[in-house]
C-alpha cells in the first residue's frame, strides 16, 4: 500500500437541484494502491457513481465537490484547472460505463474512435495511431481486429462494444481505470469473460482499477478490496475475505443474505431487507441504515458512528462492538 | 394438483421478418423455433439464456400476446393456438404479464387507482365495487390504500414494481409471465419482490412462467427451469437437478459463469472460445450451440439434436450428452 494511486480524502459531493441540496457523497476516504482492483459495491443512489466521476470531474455543473485531498500520481486533482485535467483524463485515470452503446459514437468507424483518442493522447501520427488500435483491439480479444475497425458499433454485440471500450481506455495505458458497473448490461458468460479480461490487464500493465457494481458474486471473483458504500457514506471496508467471510457491519451482512445462494435449501425464504434507502435531500442525523437495520439503539438515530478499525484493512462505521456484532452474526447463514 | 397442465405447446414457432434496406425482406428471426412445453398448475417454470435467446418472445407467444408462426398452444387442454379476437379477450383475465422495467411500463399520468381501474373495467366489474377490489389488491402487494391518488413518479422503483404486480392480480388471473421482473432493481429490493410474488402463489394458487438472466435467482424461485439457447429449448429439468447435474454444454457453460458471492471459490480461468456469437438469423442446419461447442462432432453439424429424457425428468436436447457426462 505504499505505492498509492489515489488517495482521496473526506470527499464530498453536493448537487443543487431545484432549490435543494442533494447531498449524495458526504465524506468518504478512498485509497488505491498500485495493481489493485477495488470494488465499490451499493445500492442505486449510495453515491458510487458520483464519487468515481468526483475523481474524474465529470460530474454535470450543478454539483459542488469538496475533499481535503484527491491525489493522484503525486498531483493534487484538487488544483488543477480543466485545461490540466484533460491531460490526466485518459493519460492516468481512463473510465469505462456501463452502457457501452452510448459510450460510442454511432456515425464513425470504431477504427476511428480508437486513433483519435490515440492521437489526441499520445500524440503520436495516423499511422502509427491505426496499428496501435488494431494492437490494442487483440489484445482485448476482438475475433477479428482488421475487420472491426472498419465497423460501426451498432454492427458490434454488446460484449464485443464493452471490449472496444476496455480497449480504448487502455490505450494510453492509464494509471488507473474505474470500470463503472461494466457488466451490468452484459449477459452472464459476457460477464465472465470481461472480469477475466479485466484481471489479465491488471495482471499485465499493473493498472489499478476500481470496478463499482451492486453484485457482491462479482465483487468476490474479481476485486482484492471491497467498499461497501450506502447513503452516501462508506459503511464498511476491507479485504474481499474480510467482507465476505467477517463482515462487521449490518448492512453487508443484510446485502450478503440478500442473495440466493446456489446451494440454498429449497424453500427456505430470501432475506430481504425491509424499508428503502434514505432520502439524501434531507439525509438522517444518524447512521443512514438505521431505519432499516435489525441491531438499532438509540444512538443509531442521533448521531453517525465513528469509524472503528478491526485490522490494518477493516474498518467499519457502526456503533455495535466488535464481539457484539460476531455474536450477531454467529448464527447467519449466506451465500457461501 | 401437481399433474394437471395448465399450458401445453407443441412445436411452436415464431418467426420475425425483420425489413431490410428499402423494405427489402431479410432472412427470418426465429426467435422461438419448435419447442414443445409443459407448464404445470401451481408451478414456477423458469426460463433461463442469453439476452436474444427468445425466451420473452416464448412467454408472450404462450400467452398469445403474440400469434404464433406454428404449432400449437392448449390451455387446459383447449386449444387456443389460432382463437379469434373476441376470444383472446377472455383470456386476458386468465393470463397476465409483468414486465421488466416498472418505469415505462406504467403510464405516467396515470395515478395508481386509475391504473388498478382499467383492468377491471376490462373484465366488466361493476364500477361500485372498484374501490373494495383496488384497496384489496394494494394491500395483497404492500402498498397503502392512500396510495391510490399517487403518480407512479413518487414511487421507488421496487414500489413500481409492486403496482405492476398489483395491475397484473387485478383480473384474478391463473397464469402470470413474470418478464424479467427484477432485473431493473436492487439487490435489497430484488429479494423483497420475489418474495412477494412467493407469497402470492401461495395465497392464490398462480402459476408462473419467470424469466431472468440472473441464474441464482431463477434458481431459487423456479420448480422447473428451461434453458434457451438461440430459439431453442437445450435442456429442461428440475430446478435442483439442473444446477447440480448440469447435462448440456451450454448450461454448463452458463452455471460456471455465475459469479459467486464467495471469495475462496474463485473461478479457475475459463476457457473461451472466442467465437463471435451466433445470431439468430444465422442459417444453421445442425446444433446452434455448435459452433462454440467444444464437444461438437459432424453430426452436431448437420442434425438439429432433440430434446431426449436422459434421466427421469431431465432432458436434453444434445447429441453426444451421454457420451460427455
Known amino acids: ?336 | 394438483m401437481e399433474n394437471e397442465i395448465l399450458i401445453l405447446a407443441q412445436g411452436l414457432k415464431k418467426y420475425f421478418q425483420p425489413r431490410g434496406f428499402f423494405g427489402l425482406k431479410n432472412n427470418f428471426i426465429k426467435a422461438v423455433d419448435d419447442i414443445s412445453l409443459e407448464i404445470y398448475k401451481g408451478e414456477t417454470f423458469g426460463l433461463v439464456g442469453e439476452s436474444g435467446c427468445g425466451k420473452s418472445t416464448l412467454g408472450r407467444t404462450l400467452i398469445r400476446m403474440y400469434e404464433p408462426t406454428g404449432g400449437s398452444i392448449f390451455y387446459k387442454g383447449e386449444d387456443i393456438t389460432h382463437i379469434k379476437a373476441s376470444q383472446l379477450k377472455m383470456l386476458e383475465n386468465r393470463f397476465q404479464i409483468i414486465f421488466q422495467d416498472p418505469y415505462m411500463a406504467l403510464d405516467p399520468f396515470w395515478n395508481v387507482g386509475e391504473i388498478l381501474e382499467e383492468p377491471l373495467r376490462r373484465i366488466g366489474m361493476d364500477s361500485g365495487q372498484w374501490s373494495n377490489k383496488i384497496k384489496d389488491i394494494l394491500e395483497k402487494v404492500g402498498l397503502g390504500s392512500d396510495d391510490v391518488h399517487k403518480f407512479p413518479y413518487e414511487f421507488s422503483g421496487g414500489q413500481r414494481q409492486r403496482i405492476g404486480i398489483a395491475r397484473a392480480l387485478a383480473v384474478n388471473p391463473e397464469f402470470i409471465m413474470c418478464d424479467e421482473p427484477i432485473a431493473a432493481l436492487d439487490v435489497s429490493i430484488q429479494a423483497q419482490v420475489v418474495n412477494l410474488l412467493q407469497d402470492l402463489q401461495e395465497e392464490l394458487g398462480l402459476t408462473y412462467l419467470f424469466t431472468a438472466h440472473d441464474l441464482s435467482m431463477v434458481r431459487y424461485i423456479s420448480t422447473r427451469i428451461g434453458v434457451m439457447y438461440l430459439g431453442r429449448i437445450v435442456e429442461k429439468a428440475k430446478s435442483r437437478e439442473l444446477f447440480k447435474n448440469p447435462l448440456h454444454p451450454y448450461t454448463k457453460l452458463l452455471l460456471s459463469s455465475i459469479p459467486l458471492p464467495d471469495p475462496k471459490n474463485a473461478v479457475k480461468k475459463r476457457k473461451f472460445k472466442s467465437v463471435q456469437e451466433a445470431a439468430l438469423t444465422d442459417v444453421m442446419r445442425g446444433c446452434n450451440f455448435a459452433p462454440r461447442c467444444e464437444y461438437k462432432t459432424e453430426l452436431c453439424l448437420c442434425e438439429v439434436p432433440i430434446l431426449r429424457e436422459l434421466e427421469a425428468g431431465h432432458f436434453v436436447a444434445c447429441h453426444n450428452a451421454k457420451e460427455i457426462n
Do not use: W
Not at chain 1, 462479482?218 to 459503511?235: E, F
Not at chain 1, 448521531?303 to 455495535?320: G, N, V
Open chain 1, 1 to 336: 500500500m505504499s505505492d498509492k494511486i489515489l488517495e482521496v480524502k473526506s470527499l464530498k459531493v453536493f448537487f443543487k437541484s431545484r432549490g435543494k441540496l442533494v447531498q449524495a457523497v458526504r465524506g468518504i476516504n478512498i485509497e488505491v494502491g498500485r495493481g489493485e482492483i477495488v470494488g465499490i459495491v451499493g445500492e442505486s443512489g449510495s453515491g458510487k457513481s458520483v464519487a468515481v466521476k468526483a475523481f474524474t470531474k465529470l460530474l454535470p455543473e450543478n454539483a459542488y465537490i469538496d475533499a481535503d485531498l484527491i491525489m493522484s500520481g503525486g498531483k493534487n486533482l484538487l488544483n488543477l484547472s480543466e485545461r490540466e485535467y484533460r491531460k490526466i483524463r485518459g493519460r492516468d485515470i481512463a473510465m469505462i460505463f456501463q452502457d457501452p452503446m452510448t459510450s460510442l459514437d454511432p456515425v464513425i468507424t470504431i477504427g476511428r474512435q480508437l486513433e483519435e483518442v490515440i492521437v489526441r493522447n499520445q500524440g503520436t501520427g495516423r499511422k502509427q495511431a491505426q496499428a496501435k488500435a488494431l494492437k490494442m483491439l487483440e489484445k482485448v480479444g476482438i475475433p477479428y481486429p482488421q475487420r472491426c475497425i472498419k465497423q460501426y458499433p451498432h454492427e458490434l454485440s454488446g460484449g464485443m462494444r464493452q471490449r472496444v471500450l476496455i480497449g480504448m481506455a487502455l490505450a494510453c495505458s492509464p494509471k488507473l481505470l474505474i470500470a463503472d458497473e461494466p457488466t451490468t448490461a452484459l449477459d452472464v458468460t459476457i460477464q465472465a469473460q470481461i472480469l477475466d479480461l479485466i484481471g489479465d490487464i491488471v495482471g499485465e500493465y499493473g493498472t489499478s482499477v476500481i470496478l463499482i457494481t451492486h453484485d457482491l458474486g462479482v465483487v468476490a471473483q474479481t476485486c482484492m478490496r471491497v467498499v461497501v458504500m450506502y447513503g452516501g457514506l462508506v459503511m464498511e471496508e476491507g479485504t474481499v475475505d474480510e467482507i465476505f467471510y467477517t463482515p462487521m457491519h449490518p448492512y453487508t451482512m443484510a446485502l450478503l443474505k440478500a442473495i440466493p445462494s446456489i446451494e440454498m435449501a429449497d424453500g427456505s425464504r430470501l432475506k430481504s431487507i425491509e424499508g428503502f434507502p434514505p432520502s439524501l435531500t434531507n439525509p438522517p442525523a444518524g447512521c443512514p441504515f438505521a431505519d432499516r437495520c435489525s441491531y438499532t439503539m438509540d444512538i443509531c438515530f442521533k448521531q453517525i458512528p465513528d469509524i472503528k478499525k478491526y485490522s490494518s484493512t477493516h474498518t467499519s462505521m457502526c456503533f455495535l462492538k466488535g464481539e457484539d456484532l460476531k455474536a450477531a452474526f454467529a448464527g447467519e447463514k449466506y451465500g457461501k
